[in-house]
Protein backbone atom coordinates (compact mmCIF):
# COMPACT_ATOMS: atom_id res chain seq x y z
CA UNK A 1 0.00 0.00 0.00
CA UNK A 2 2.44 2.26 0.73
CA UNK A 3 4.71 1.92 -2.02
CA UNK A 4 1.24 2.50 -4.65
CA UNK A 5 0.89 5.69 -2.55
CA UNK A 6 5.12 6.96 -3.27
CA UNK A 7 3.58 6.17 -7.10
CA UNK A 8 0.93 7.76 -7.16
CA UNK A 9 2.77 10.49 -5.79
CA UNK A 10 5.29 10.59 -7.73
CA UNK A 11 3.25 10.13 -11.00
CA UNK A 12 0.95 13.25 -9.76
CA UNK A 13 4.40 15.08 -9.41
CA UNK A 14 5.39 14.74 -13.28
CA UNK A 15 2.10 14.70 -14.84
CA UNK A 16 1.65 18.60 -14.08
CA UNK A 17 4.33 19.47 -16.54
CA UNK A 18 2.92 16.90 -19.00
CA UNK A 19 -0.16 18.00 -19.15
CA UNK A 20 0.56 21.82 -19.17
CA UNK A 21 0.25 23.10 -22.85
CA UNK A 22 1.57 26.18 -24.81
CA UNK A 23 0.00 29.55 -23.20
CA UNK A 24 0.55 32.11 -26.15
CA UNK A 25 0.43 36.16 -25.41
CA UNK A 26 -0.43 39.08 -27.49
CA UNK A 27 -1.61 42.67 -27.54
CA UNK A 28 -4.66 43.60 -29.44
CA UNK A 29 -4.98 46.88 -30.96
CA UNK A 30 -6.20 48.89 -28.05
CA UNK A 31 -3.47 47.84 -26.37
CA UNK A 32 -4.75 44.80 -23.61
CA UNK A 33 -2.88 41.80 -23.22
CA UNK A 34 -4.18 38.52 -23.95
CA UNK A 35 -3.36 35.05 -23.09
CA UNK A 36 -4.66 31.88 -24.36
CA UNK A 37 -3.91 28.44 -25.75
CA UNK A 38 -4.01 29.81 -29.70
CA UNK A 39 -1.95 32.29 -30.98
CA UNK A 40 -4.41 34.54 -32.92
CA UNK A 41 -4.24 34.79 -36.79
CA UNK A 42 -2.13 37.63 -38.50
CA UNK A 43 -0.60 38.82 -35.14
CA UNK A 44 2.76 38.32 -33.43
CA UNK A 45 2.27 36.45 -30.42
CA UNK A 46 4.91 35.13 -27.59
CA UNK A 47 4.86 32.09 -26.30
CA UNK A 48 5.39 31.78 -22.90
CA UNK A 49 7.24 29.25 -20.32
CA UNK A 50 4.81 27.34 -18.16
CA UNK A 51 7.37 24.78 -17.27
CA UNK A 52 9.28 26.86 -14.64
CA UNK A 53 7.46 28.44 -12.22
CA UNK A 54 8.09 32.31 -12.09
CA UNK A 55 9.83 33.54 -8.69
CA UNK A 56 7.82 34.29 -5.91
CA UNK A 57 8.04 38.47 -4.55
CA UNK A 58 10.01 38.72 -1.11
CA UNK A 59 8.03 39.85 1.62
CA UNK A 60 8.97 43.59 1.02
CA UNK A 61 7.55 43.36 -2.18
CA UNK A 62 4.59 41.79 -1.15
CA UNK A 63 3.63 44.26 1.61
CA UNK A 64 4.16 47.35 -0.72
CA UNK A 65 1.30 48.71 -2.01
CA UNK A 66 2.68 49.86 -5.49
CA UNK A 67 4.42 46.41 -6.23
CA UNK A 68 2.61 45.31 -9.11
CA UNK A 69 2.88 41.39 -10.59
CA UNK A 70 6.39 40.56 -12.26
CA UNK A 71 4.92 39.96 -15.62
CA UNK A 72 7.33 38.64 -18.42
CA UNK A 73 7.54 41.73 -20.59
CA UNK A 74 11.05 40.99 -21.59
CA UNK A 75 12.43 44.14 -23.90
CA UNK A 76 9.50 45.79 -25.13
CA UNK A 77 9.34 48.95 -24.50
CA UNK A 78 5.66 49.49 -25.88
CA UNK A 79 4.58 46.78 -23.15
CA UNK A 80 6.63 48.28 -20.38
CA UNK A 81 4.97 51.75 -21.20
CA UNK A 82 1.47 50.07 -21.29
CA UNK A 83 2.12 48.45 -17.69
CA UNK A 84 3.20 51.67 -16.65
CA UNK A 85 -0.13 53.05 -17.91
CA UNK A 86 -2.04 50.64 -16.06
CA UNK A 87 -0.61 50.81 -12.75
CA UNK A 88 -1.25 54.50 -12.88
CA UNK A 89 -4.45 54.24 -13.13
CA UNK A 90 -5.10 51.73 -10.95
CA UNK A 91 -3.11 53.91 -8.18
CA UNK A 92 -5.52 56.94 -9.23
CA UNK A 93 -8.57 55.31 -8.79
CA UNK A 94 -7.53 53.95 -5.52
CA UNK A 95 -7.19 57.78 -4.88
CA UNK A 96 -10.54 58.51 -5.84
CA UNK A 97 -12.20 55.35 -3.94
CA UNK A 98 -10.25 56.21 -0.58
CA UNK A 99 -11.41 59.99 -0.88
CA UNK A 100 -14.93 58.71 -1.91
CA UNK A 101 -14.50 56.21 1.21
CA UNK A 102 -13.57 59.27 3.78
CA UNK A 103 -16.70 61.43 2.28
CA UNK A 104 -19.38 58.90 2.73
CA UNK A 105 -17.91 57.93 6.10
CA UNK A 106 -17.94 61.65 7.33
CA UNK A 107 -21.46 62.18 6.51
CA UNK A 108 -22.65 58.42 7.74
CA UNK A 109 -21.05 60.20 11.11
CA UNK A 110 -22.91 63.74 10.71
CA UNK A 111 -26.05 61.56 9.97
CA UNK A 112 -25.71 59.33 12.65
CA UNK A 113 -24.89 61.97 15.42
CA UNK A 114 -27.24 64.85 14.25
CA UNK A 115 -31.00 64.07 14.63
CA UNK A 116 -31.65 67.55 13.07
CA UNK A 117 -30.30 67.71 9.41
CA UNK A 118 -30.88 70.44 7.04
CA UNK A 119 -30.90 69.66 3.47
CA UNK A 120 -31.30 71.96 0.26
CA UNK A 121 -33.90 70.78 -2.28
CA UNK A 122 -34.57 73.55 -5.27
CA UNK A 123 -32.86 76.11 -3.62
CA UNK A 124 -34.80 75.62 -0.67
CA UNK A 125 -33.30 74.52 3.04
CA UNK A 126 -35.41 72.05 4.91
CA UNK A 127 -35.03 69.53 7.82
CA UNK A 128 -34.98 65.89 7.03
CA UNK A 129 -37.45 63.63 8.43
CA UNK A 130 -36.14 60.90 10.62
CA UNK A 131 -37.54 58.30 7.73
CA UNK A 132 -35.61 60.25 5.21
CA UNK A 133 -32.66 60.58 7.58
CA UNK A 134 -32.39 56.69 8.52
CA UNK A 135 -33.23 55.93 4.81
CA UNK A 136 -29.76 57.84 3.87
CA UNK A 137 -28.17 55.78 6.64
CA UNK A 138 -29.05 52.87 5.24
CA UNK A 139 -28.06 54.08 1.79
CA UNK A 140 -24.65 55.36 3.13
CA UNK A 141 -23.77 52.32 4.87
CA UNK A 142 -24.52 50.07 1.93
CA UNK A 143 -22.33 52.30 0.01
CA UNK A 144 -19.86 51.59 2.39
CA UNK A 145 -20.21 48.24 2.76
CA UNK A 146 -20.27 47.31 -0.82
CA UNK A 147 -17.17 49.84 -1.88
CA UNK A 148 -14.66 50.25 0.75
CA UNK A 149 -12.79 47.51 3.15
Not at 94 to 112: D, F, G, H
Request: hydrophobic share 30%.
Amino acid sequence: MRRMMIATSLLLAMSTTAMAGQIYKWVDAQGVTHFGAQPPQGQQATLINTSTPSPRPSLAEETDEQAAPDLETGDDPEQAAIDEKTRQEVAAQAAERKQYCETVRTNLSQLQNNPRVRTEVDGEIRKLSEDERQQRIAELQKSIAENCR
